[in-house]
Every structure is written in structure tokens, then in C-alpha cells.
């Protein structure tokens, strides 16, 4: 049973900086893709960044230049640095993964950026 662990998160004011975590354990072969989404009160879930085993990213437009990915293939991590928050970045992160042909999700970690 794949099973991805999230730490980091809290509470933080404007312009201000957090790290997220994620380590995923169990059953894992090859996993293609990690990275996180995040759904903020009253919207869907949406792509934050993403990167392949290769190391190619895909950031979303609206973080793009203050968040940063980085991931482990050998210890199956996946962190995301989050620079300049703002008060819209609030929301709750996952941790995604891609095995085959499965997603997996860690339980979320709430963000909140301060005004």
C-alpha cells in the first residue's frame, strides 16, 4: 500500500517563505511523476508544480518564479520551497504521485498566508 506522508505547512504572513515535504513509502516501483496540487475554501483542486523522474517541471502560471521543486528518486521525497506568499496561496497542499497507472495523495497540509 503506497502511502505519501506531508510535513511542513502552517501559518505565515504575507511575503513570507515555508517548506513542504512528502515522503512516499510501501508498495513502490517506478513512480513517473510527484509533485503537489493544492485547493484552496470554495475552489477545486489545482496543480501547483509537478516534476517527471527525469526532472522536468510544469509550475503553474500563478506560482511560477516563487515556488521551487525538488525531488529524491532514491528516497521517493518530493519538498516544495515556497517563496513571497501571498494571502491566494492559501489552501490545502497535497503530495501527489504517479505509479503506472495510479495517483496517490497524501492527507493535505494546510497553508495560511496572513495579510
Known amino acids: 500500500q503506497v502511502q505519501l506522508v506531508e510535513s511542513g505547512g502552517g501559518l505565515v504572513q504575507a511575503g513570507g517563505s515555508l517548506r513542504l515535504s512528502c515522503a512516499a513509502s510501501?508498495?513502490?516501483?517506478?513512480?513517473?511523476?510527484m509533485g503537489w496540487y493544492r485547493r484552496a475554501p470554495g475552489k477545486q483542486r489545482e496543480l501547483v508544480v509537478e516534476v517527471g523522474s527525469g526532472g522536468s517541471t510544469n509550475y503553474a502560471d500563478s506560482v511560477k518564479g516563487r515556488v521551487t521543486i525538488s525531488r529524491d528518486n532514491i528516497k521517493n521525497t518530493v519538498s516544495l520551497q515556497m517563496n513571497s506568499l501571498k494571502p491566494e496561496d492559501t489552501a490545502v497542499y497535497y503530495c501527489?504521485?504517479?505509479?503506472?497507472?495510479?495517483?496517490?495523495w497524501g492527507q493535505g497540509t494546510q497553508v495560511t498566508v496572513s495579510s
Open positions: 501527489n504521485a504517479v505509479i503506472g497507472w495510479h495517483y496517490y
Open positions: 510501501g508498495g513502490i516501483g517506478s513512480i513517473q511523476a
